[in-house]
């Protein structure tokens, strides 16, 4: 499987009216995750919760994939 | 500065009750001629009743404020009967550009949805749509408003609002059997009335600029983050009628907003972000804070709080004007209905109900965009610039990059007005729904569901060939219209012609079909202010009247 950089974001049992909303949802939730957190502490909420999805994606290929695009132009 | 816009002055005229020394009695009264109250006043004109407005200045509103009118608050306002003219003179655009720092990153072209009638928005200045909003009020003989009569004094009882009113020839009182009260953010018979409101302030500032470009200028939508031009900072631009830019620059808080005012501090940075050959002149430049906030409810006996008054949203994502007139449409039928004794006071209540839901979705969005755009923290700000540099080549990251959403109608899905499915239907048009346009074909030529849509309880009913409906579900149809709250029936079709008394809508394009999954015997009870209320597969005339009963809490 090939990374999907589409907008994929949705929410098993919500239902959603406007194609903004699951999206804008999720980054709420993202940025609330690391309030009040100091720099330090968020980069260690940030470095879990990559480890965490990258085990759930699981295919290498596609974390591969991930990682590079990630590091290009930064 | 420039000017392109000649502010009317309204004449005062002496009240009556001055000139006559009595009391005024009135059955509904409401305080504010902004574009909220206006649209109260006009809608419960058209409705048969008669209003008085009153307000305490004598023109309309002055300077930068209210720029976007949405979608759906044109569908209000073309029920009103006055959206065309704001739409001839609007602009309407589709390409909008965002850049960061140096770079456009990205644009997009809004291609709206094909087949509705209106635009997902149109760019007009504020005191355009007052002045046709006025306009319209005067067309209407049972709708009486008086400038420069200002509201010093609210008082209440179970049975009626009495207000004191000041005048140049002196002050009168007022009684009221209802009181909408859309006098504005800071609403000072909310204060009278010793009423809360609560939410925070945003801890920013915005300058806002209206420029006159002398030469061509694309009429597109353009967003900066951290431009070279304004550090840190971001900016908007878009256009309005008269070739008038407004133009938002973000300020931070702590600038002297005094100093940043000064055309020598506010044209070049002017300068800078058109380039040095576009000639410009400024029309009006302010300083502006935000908050978010809402009262608890909207609804306090016999007084009604609409727009401002009620609700403040920051200004990402345009939705002041545009929530407030669209308080007015839930408002007024349920309001129409409880002074002709045909719904109980607590219908009322909905209104606050389903009218905070709406405020609650507003503040949301306009919050959300507020915080993509200034981030609060240093890890927010890095995510926020890891969209904005994933957007350029990557599809999922453009839909995170929030600099406004569109402001958009609420699905008012939990409202306890709507009786809910018991079969199954595809698309978005659920109970509590804002209905979806689409074109048809009538004796007059084409033209659009929301058109003939509104104002009263209907039902629409669907079968392919309006000429092969039976006389036993014609007879029903007609049946609807002899209650206490009539229901209107309309046969949505392919073809054909309704039975003599029954309304036909020729569905040419079989959009409506489409977008209300709509089958042979399908049919949608449409409240007043154009929501689906309820829907079945088959008519059943009781289950129509428990539904009204329903949606009009007289079950
Ligand atoms: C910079 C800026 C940009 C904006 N952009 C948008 C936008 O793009 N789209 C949008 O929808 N909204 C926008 N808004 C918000 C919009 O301007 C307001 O939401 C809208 O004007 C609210 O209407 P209103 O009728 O509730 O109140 P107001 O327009 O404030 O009207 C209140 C009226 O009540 C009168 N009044 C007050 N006190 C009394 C009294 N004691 N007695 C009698 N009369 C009284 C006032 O004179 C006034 O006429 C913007 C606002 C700003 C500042």
């Given at each position: 499987m090939a990374l999907n950089t589409q907008p994929n974001l949705h929410e098993p049992g919500?239902?959603?009216?406007?194609?903004?909303?699951?999206?804008?949802d999720f980054y709420e939730a993202l940025i609330e995750t690391h309030r009040e957190l100091t720099?330090?502490?968020?980069?260690?909420?940030?470095?879990?919760?990559?480890?965490?999805?990258?085990?759930?994606?699981?295919?290498?290929?596609?974390?591969?994939?991930?990682?590079?695009?990630?590091?290009?132009?930064? | 500065m420039l000017s392109t816009f000649q502010y009317p002055k309204f004449e005062y005229i002496r009240p009556p009750e001055i000139a006559e020394g009595r009391e005024g009695h009135y059955p509904v009264v409401i305080v504010g001629a902004g574009p909220v109250g206006l649209a109260a006043a006009i809608d419960l004109a058209r409705q048969g009743q008669r209003v008085l407005l009153l307000d305490n200045d004598d023109t309309v509103s002055i300077g930068s404020r209210g720029v976007c009118y949405a979608k759906r608050t044109l569908e209000v306002l073309d029920r009103l009967g006055c959206a065309e003219e704001m739409v001839q003179k609007g602009v309407s655009w589709n390409v909008g550009r965002t850049f960061f720092r140096e770079e456009e990153v990205f644009n997009f072209n809004l291609c709206p949805e094909p087949d509705h009638h209106r635009p997902g928005m149109i760019n007009l200045q504020q005191y355009y749509l007052e002045d046709d909003l006025i306009k319209r009020a005067r067309q209407l003989p049972n709708l009486e408003i008086r400038f420069r009569n200002t509201v010093i004094g609210v008082t209440q009882r179970d049975d009626c609002a009495t207000l004191r009113v000041e005048t140049a020839d002196g002050a009168y009182t007022l009684h009221a059997d209802w009181l909408i009260v859309a006098d504005g953010a800071r609403s000072p018979i909310r204060t009278m009335l010793g009423l809360d409101i609560d939410g925070k302030i945003f801890m920013d500032r915005f300058l806002i600029a209206d420029v006159v470009m002398k030469a061509d200028f694309p009429t597109e939508r353009w967003f900066w983050f951290d431009p070279p031009f304004h550090r840190n900072q971001s900016v908007l631009?878009?256009?309005?009628?008269?070739?008038?830019?407004?133009?938002?620059?973000?300020l931070g808080w702590n600038v002297d907003?005094?100093?940043?005012?000064?055309?020598?501090?506010?044209?070049?940075?002017?300068?800078?972000?058109?380039?040095?050959?576009?000639?410009?002149?400024?029309?009006?430049?302010?300083?502006y804070t935000f908050q978010c906030r809402r009262m608890n409810r909207f609804n306090h006996g016999r007084v009604l709080f609409v727009g401002d008054s009620a609700h403040q949203v920051s200004p990402?994502?345009?939705?002041?004007?545009?929530?407030?007139?669209?308080?007015?449409?839930?408002?007024?039928?349920?309001?129409?209905?409880?002074?002709?004794?045909?719904?109980?006071?607590?219908?009322?209540?909905?209104?606050?109900?389903?009218?905070?839901?709406?405020?609650?979705?507003?503040?949301?969005?306009?919050?959300?965009?507020?915080?993509?755009?200034?981030?609060?923290?240093?890890?927010?700000?890095?995510?926020?610039?890891?969209?904005?540099?994933?957007?350029?080549n990557h599809a999922f990251a453009r839909a995170l990059v929030n600099s406004g959403r569109l402001s958009v109608p609420s699905f008012l899905a939990d409202s306890s007005l709507n009786t809910a499915d018991s079969e199954v239907f595809a698309g978005n048009m659920i109970p509590g729904a804002p209905l979806d346009d689409a074109p048809i074909q009538t004796t007059e030529g084409t033209q659009w569901l929301l058109g003939a849509v509104g104002n009263r309880f209907q039902l629409l009913h669907y079968i392919p060939d309006a000429s092969a409906l039976d006389a036993a579900t014609a007879r029903a149809l007609r049946s609807l219209i002899d209650a206490p709250i009539a229901v209107e029936a309309i046969v949505v079709a392919e073809r054909g012609t309704a039975p003599a008394g029954l309304a036909t809508l020729i569905d040419a394009k079989g959009r409506v079909r489409e977008r209300y999954d709509l089958r042979e015997g399908t049919s949608y009870l449409v409240r007043p202010d154009q929501h689906v209320a309820a829907r079945w597969r088959t008519l059943d005339v009781a289950q129509v009247r428990v539904a009204v009963a329903r949606a009009t809490c007289n079950a």
């Open positions: 919500k239902r959603h009216f406007r194609a903004f909303s699951s999206g804008d720099d330090e502490q968020s980069a260690m909420v940030n470095a879990r919760l990559i480890l965490l999805l990258a085990n759930h994606i699981g295919d290498l290929s596609v974390l591969r994939e991930a990682m590079h695009i990630a590091r290009e132009g930064v | 631009l878009h256009r309005q009628a008269d070739n008038v830019f407004r133009i938002d620059f973000q907003p005094e100093e940043e005012k000064k055309p020598e501090n506010v044209i070049p940075r002017i300068k800078s972000m058109l380039g040095d050959d576009r000639e410009f002149e400024l029309e009006w430049v302010s300083v990402f994502g345009a939705r002041g004007a545009n929530s407030g007139i669209q308080d007015t449409d839930n408002l007024v039928w349920k309001l129409k209905l409880v002074m002709d004794g045909k719904a109980p006071a607590t219908l009322l209540d909905t209104y606050s109900e389903e009218r905070c839901y709406a405020a609650d979705e507003n503040i949301m969005n306009s919050t959300r965009s507020t915080d993509f755009i200034t981030p609060k923290s240093a890890v927010s700000k890095t995510f926020r610039n890891a969209v904005l540099g994933l957007a350029e």
